[in-house]
């Protein structure tokens, strides 16, 4: 009898011990709990394999939309390199960064910028995995000094924009998609410089921050607006025609109450040779250009010495981007 009280009460001692350890193994580790301070550095310094691994299905992640941690203890499945970044004109959001399959980032607004540190763990790192530092590289729209790292409690490198720690979000199945926007009152689409992407009302014309050029305009697909030196404000003269056209597309004309950053009395209609209704700004007929491919790009700046950006002011800016 005393015999199998003792087998009885070491079982006991067994059981509690295990649910004990089971416990202590689910307690939150989230980044800022970790040993490993988060630290910051250039991005694509880091020194992990990154390969293309499952980020989770995202069921459920209504709690992680709002809250941090979770079962940390373990890291996130990898998460695919972000590769040259990009810029996407979102209808609603405007522009926003993508990887480069034109897949969503976003940031958290429980993490922090200054010192940059990841409190998405665990659970919520399932839903919002982490993008890797490694591979990352910013295009012409992107200042590069705006990408950093951060290093997270498990030791993998975090892409850093701004500051901010980036994420993509498990339930974006396609490129453009952002169903990330918004969730749980705390998760956001990154704009260039790292802030919140905020829903606005759609723009014909705007003004966009190109980090070697400054502020320019762009038309309402978020590309950028040249005027040519052939043409002339008054009088009148178009000196791009015929084959010139096949490069340079005449922009489309604005509606006065749709601009952002721009006075209206700089915006006008003027009409080709052709009967073609194209925008003007200070009277210079404005072009896109078939070699800029997202926003932000700027490849026909100075193009044979003769095509230029514009300026908030309606100016031409002569500014030669770096290489």
């Known amino acids: 009898m005393i015999t ?89 959001l405007g522009p926003v960064v993508t ?17 940059p540190k990841s409190n998405c763990s665990g659970s919520c790192a399932t839903a919002w995995p982490p993008v890797p530092a490694d591979g990352a590289a910013a295009p012409a729209g992107i200042a590069k000094s705006a990408l950093g790292s951060v290093t997270r409690a498990d030791g993998t490198k975090q892409l850093t924009i701004g500051g901010w720690p980036a994420y993509r979000y498990a339930k974006d199945t396609k490129a453009g998609d952002t169903k990330g926007q918004g969730v749980g009152g705390t998760w956001n689409a990154l704009t260039a410089e790292g802030k919140k992407a905020v829903a606005q009302d759609a723009a014909d014309v705007s003004v966009l921050n190109q980090p070697e050029l400054g502020q320019i305009l762009v038309d309402g697909n978020g590309m950028t607006l040249y005027r040519f030196n052939k043409d002339s404000a008054w009088p009148m003269k178009f000196g791009c025609n015929d084959a010139c056209l096949d ?52 490849n026909g700046q100075g ?20 290489g």
Do not use: E
């Not at 691994?53 to 992640?61: A, E, L, P, R, V």
């Not at 990887?99 to 940031?107: P, V």
């Not at 193009?303 to 770096?322: E, R, Y």
């Open 4 to 92: 199998r009280r003792r087998a009885g009460l070491a079982a006991a001692a067994v059981a509690t011990l295990a649910l004990t350890a089971a416990c202590g193994s689910s307690t939150n580790q989230g980044a800022g709990t970790s040993p490993n301070a988060d630290s910051v550095q250039p991005a694509g310094q880091g020194t992990s394999d990154y390969g293309y691994g499952s980020s989770g299905s995202g069921q459920g992640d209504g709690g992680y939309g709002g809250q941090a941690g979770g079962d940390s203890g373990k890291s996130a499945q990898t998460a695919p390199s972000a590769g040259t970044l990009a810029l996407h004109q979102d209808a609603k």
């Open 99 to 115: 990887d480069a399959k034109g897949m969503t980032l976003y940031r958290f607004d429980k993490d922090t910028a200054q010192p």
């Open 303 to 322: 193009k044979m010495g003769l095509w230029f950006a514009v300026s908030n002011a309606g100016k031409k800016i002569t500014t030669t981007p770096a």
């Open 247 to 298: 490069t340079w597309k005449p922009a489309k004309p604005a509606d006065r109450s749709k601009l952002k950053g721009i006075p209206a009395k700089l915006i006008s209609t003027v009409t080709r040779p052709d009967g073609l209704r194209q925008l003007a700004v200070d009277c210079w007929p404005v072009y896109t250009f078939t070699g800029d491919k997202q926003p932000g790009d700027i």
